[in-house]
T-cell receptor, first 113, second 118 residues
Framework: EDQVTQSPEALRLQEGESSSLNCSYTVSGLRGLFWYRQDPGKGPEFLFTLYSAGEEKEKERLKATLTKKESFLHITAPKPEDSATYLC??????????????FGQGTELSVKP | DTEVTQTPKHLVMGMTNKKSLKCEQHMGHRAMYWYKQKAKKPPELMFVYSYEKLSINESVPSRFSPECPNSSLLNLHLHALQPEDSALYLC?????????????????FGPGTRLTVT
């Protein structure tokens, strides 16, 4: 069964305390893995696309990596403004100009000053 | 520019009302999506339009009726909703990225419409 699991469900960090979020997936024919950030009451904000094992992408304090079975979102020296829910989504099926996503349940990150 | 706009931001409607949600993008994307999101849950796909034609309907009740008037606009018509339909409704559009050996469709979401059914 195609599945995406994120851990932990919630993570509390002190400002400057680096950590990682995990996204494991069981999908046949991975076409892409995506990370989104979502603030309360707002739409998900696109962060990264990863295609194949070994790939890495960086943006400010965030770095996403991909293996054959999981992806990590590393947060280096986080700040309170990094507090949000981080969603991982996997695309396994493509169709005419679109792609279906399976979302994980998200990790709610809280960074305290 | 990866902006998807949605109106209204908030909507309160009774169970006998008819209302519509609107979504717009001017990025030239040819696929557009409606999602429903409940609190503390990930987005759930409702409908997908590709080239202005309905491609996917995820067994959504008929009280939700999508419409794609042109390549930039997507509407969701609402009628006789139930209180359990209260949620954040998200619109997204996607663009193809990658090359011939590996490609996917990045989805960009709008800010959402917070719907409350009383």
């Amino acid at each position: 069964e195609d599945q995406v699991t994120q851990s932990p469900e919630a993570l509390r960090l002190q400002e400057g305390e680096s950590s990682s979020l995990n996204c494991s997936y069981t999908v046949s024919g991975l076409r892409g893995l995506f990370w989104y950030r979502q603030d309360p009451g707002k739409g998900p904000e696109f962060l990264f696309t990863l295609y194949s094992a070994g790939e890495e992408k960086e943006k400010e304090r965030l770095k996403a990596t991909l293996t054959k079975k999981e992806s990590f979102l590393h947060i280096t020296a986080p700040k309170p403004e990094d507090s949000a829910t981080y969603l991982c989504a996997v695309q396994y099926s493509l169709y005419n100009q679109g792609g279906k996503l399976i979302f994980g349940q998200g990790t709610e990150l809280s960074v305290k000053p | 520019d990866t902006e998807v706009t949605q109106t209204p931001k908030h909507l309160v409607m009774g169970m006998t009302n008819k209302k519509s949600l609107k979504c717009e993008q001017h990025m030239g994307h040819r696929a557009m999506y409606w999602y429903k999101q409940k609190a503390k849950k990930p987005p759930e796909l409702m409908f997908v339009y590709s080239y202005e034609k309905l491609s996917i309907n995820e067994s959504v009740p008929s009280r939700f009726s999508p419409e794609c008037p042109n390549s930039s606009l997507l509407n969701l018509h609402l009628h006789a909703l139930q209180p359990e339909d209260s949620a954040l409704y998200l619109c997204a559009s996607s663009r193809r990225v990658g090359d011939t050996t590996r490609s996917s469709y990045e989805q960009y979401f709008g800010p959402g419409t917070r719907l409350t059914v009383t």
